[in-house]
């Protein structure tokens, strides 16, 4: 038998440098410097996390896209999402997918994700410092769909039912997101299409609940973890220095020395099994394509941070498999499990072998769909 289920797993285009990033944060940055000055916060805390077989590597090389596109075919993944920085026609780390797109290589399927946020001085805890602002009242939904109408004709472009698949990041930003979402329904239509295929995506930001994001218009939600729903557990490892740093930087607070003594790192852990669990025992109210993790730990990124480090491929195997059975009474088409992520290095959040892991998590997802045929 066939196996229908897809898994598409979300693509960060980051790794090249850009001028705007080179302005905001220093000339030559991508995420590979924050992934390699990572220090572990923790005893067996897994960092700095070092890739293996790709290396360090800069997104605007076809080789190296080629070599992704590969690695991920061998192990049954089915295509890329990757994210789209849109800003009322400015693009954001665009080059990667644009020349996927105008070279045909790799053949490897593909979707995007509109990542409609703000960017802001977030790594260094400034978020309402604004870097590139969404302006929605300037959002013109016709040039938007006129440019995203070039990749969903690409025969790669993945599409449930014949509708291009299209992911919101963050649709409660979206003032009148209702008449936005009939809006680029229609502006689709005009360019072509039959429809349009809309996943928002429940992540941390997004407010809305998954009954009012279906009310909207949209055919499906797309989960994000980790997210903030419920408690998640946490391990007592690296609980006293957890509490010890917390108590230093109260007291630089309270004394008023932020000028004259840099604050510690915090890091919370979290127990990834009994996460994985609770996201395996969660039930949806409405059509949601589930989203699973390896690992997750965003010390690379932040002074304040999480980690729900795991090791054993086994338990990600056995999220996957559960979140295949959530799927299965699906059309054919809308058999579809998410994993976050192939290449967020700075959330240690990949299925690109590393020095420690190797291929590990990829034999994972292979060993998962062979066990559902």
Known sequence: MTNKIKIITFYLPQYHTIPENDLWWGKGFTDWINVKKSKPRYFGHYQPQIPSELGYYDLTDENTRMAQAALANEY??????????????KMLLEKPFNEVLSSGKPDFPFCLCWANENWTRRW???DSEILMKQEYEKYDIDTHIEWLSNAFRDQRYIKINGKPLFLIYNLSSIPNPGKIIAQLRGSVKKN?????????VKSIHNKLSETETIKLG????????????GNVPRKLTGLPRYLFNRSVNLL????????LIKKLPVTIIHNYQKFSEMRMKKKSAEKTFPCVIPSWDNSARKRISASYQNEDPELFKKWLIK??????EYEE??????????????????LEPDKKNGRMFLQAVKEALLSWR
Do not use: M, T
């Not at 939600?221 to 729903?229: A, C, G, R, T």
């Open 76 to 89: 049954g993944i089915s295509g890329f999402c990757y994210y789209h920085y849109w800003f009322n026609g």
């Open 124 to 126: 260094d805890g400034l």
């Open 192 to 200: 072509g299409f039959n429809d349009i295929y809309l996943c928002s």
């Open 218 to 229: 949209i055919d499906a939600i797309v989960e994000f973890v980790p997210s903030s729903d």
């Open 252 to 259: 630089i607070d309270l004394l008023r020395l932020n000028n």
């Open 323 to 328: 979140s295949f059975e959530k799927v299965e």
């Open 333 to 350: 088409d809308e058999q579809i499990v998410f994993v976050n992520a192939w290449n967020e290095w700075a959330e240690g959040c990949h």
